[in-house]
C-alpha cells in the first residue's frame, strides 16, 4: 500500500535505470563500465538525499505510532498528503482510557460503546500528534460530533475493528468526512431508506459485481459528516444525490433545498475497495470554500 509518492511524508522507491523491456541488451565492456559509474553516482546522490529507510533527509518524519496496524486500509491514499490520517485494529490495543473531558458523551453507554469511543479517540490523538499537536481530549458537541482543538478539522469513523481518524489544519481544509463500511451489501430494507430513485437506478446498472449499495451508503455518511462542520445543519440522506465514478474512484453528491447563503452545494470525494473494507472520503479545501462562496 505504500506506493511513491506515500501520503505519510515518506519516499520508498527503487531505482530503476534502463530497464531490459527498453532494449539495453548486449552491451559493449566499456558501455557496462560506464553505465556502470553512472548508476553509482546516482546511488550515491539518491542516499545523500534518501535515508536507507526511505524517508526523505531533511523532511521531519512523523513518529511511529503503536496503533498502526499490520495490515491496512489504504484510506490515506484517498486524501491529501497534508492531511494525517490514523488507522488501527481493535486487536492491536488493549483497553484504552478516555480523557477527563470526554467522559461525559459516554457516562451512561454500555461497554461496547465506551470500546469504540475510546479507541476512535485513541486514533484521533494519534492523528493529531502527526500535526504536531500534544494529547489533548476530543469532547462530543451537542449533536454528538468531534469537537477538535482550535484550529483542526476532522473526522473519526470505525466499524467492526476497524477504526481511523482524519485531521488537517483549518487554514488548509473547511472540513474533513470519512468513513469505513464492511465490503458486504446492505441489509434488505435499508437501500430503500437511504437512497433515491436516480441513485437505485444506477445501482440496478452498476458495472462489475461489487458492494455499490453499502459504497453509496458510506459515501452519504462521508459526506454528511463535512457537511455538518461547514453549515451546522443536518442532512437527510434524501437531501444528497450521490454519483459515482467507478472508473476513477470518486463521487460527488449534489445537496438539494440548501439555504440560499451555504456554498457548499457539491461536494465531492474518493472511495476505495480494500481488505474487506469500502472506505470513503471528502474534504473541503479552504480555496474550495472561498471560491464557491464568492459572488459570481
Not at 546511488?43 to 512523523?62: E, F, I, Q, Y
Request: proline content about 7%; charged content about 20%.
Amino acid at each position: 500500500m505504500q506506493s511513491f509518492p506515500s501520503l505519510e511524508g515518506y519516499f520508498s522507491f527503487p531505482i530503476l535505470l534502463f530497464p531490459d523491456p527498453w532494449g539495453f541488451k548486449g552491451l559493449l565492456a566499456s558501455h557496462a563500465l560506464l553505465l556502470g559509474v553512472v548508476t553509482g553516482l546516482v546511488a550515491l546522490v539518491c542516499n545523500a538525499r534518501w535515508g536507507k529507510d526511505g524517508s526523505c533527509r531533511g523532511v521531519h518524519k512523523r513518529p511511529s505510532s503503536t496503533l498502526w496496524p499490520r495490515e491496512r486500509g489504504n484510506l490515506d491514499t484517498l486524501l491529501p498528503p497534508n492531511v494525517a490520517v490514523q488507522t488501527c485494529r481493535a486487536s492491536d490495543l488493549s483497553r484504552v482510557q478516555v480523557m477527563a473531558e470526554e467522559e461525559s458523551a459516554i457516562a451512561t453507554a454500555v461497554e461496547s460503546r465506551r470500546r469504540e469511543f475510546s479507541i476512535g479517540r485513541a486514533c484521533a490523538r494519534a492523528a493529531l500528534s502527526k500535526l504536531g499537536f500534544p494529547p489533548c481530549a476530543i469532547p462530543s458537541g451537542p449533536h454528538r460530533e468531534p469537537v477538535w482543538p482550535s484550529g483542526v478539522v476532522g473526522s473519526i469513523t470505525h466499524t467492526a475493528e476497524f477504526y481511523a481518524a482524519a485531521v488537517a489544519q483549518h487554514e488548509d481544509y473547511a472540513a474533513l468526512g470519512i468513513d469505513a463500511e464492511a465490503d458486504e451489501k446492505l441489509p434488505s430494507g435499508v437501500l430503500e431508506l437511504v437512497s433515491v430513485d436516480e441513485e437505485r437506478y444506477w445501482l440496478a446498472n452498476a458495472p462489475g459485481d461489487l458492494n455499490w449499495d453499502r459504497l453509496l451508503f458510506s459515501a452519504k455518511e462521508s459526506i454528511f459528516k463535512a457537511w455538518f462542520p461547514l453549515t451546522r445543519e443536518w442532512l437527510g440522506f434524501e437531501d444528497a444525490v450521490v454519483t459515482i465514478v467507478p472508473n476513477d474512484g470518486t463521487f460527488r453528491a449534489r445537496v438539494l433545498h440548501t439555504p440560499v447563503d451555504v456554498h457548499a452545494r457539491e461536494l465531492r470525494g474518493r472511495f476505495a475497495f480494500a481488505n474487506r473494507l469500502i472506505l470513503t472520503a471528502v474534504f473541503v479545501t479552504r480555496s474550495q470554500k472561498d471560491a464557491s462562496s464568492s459572488p459570481a
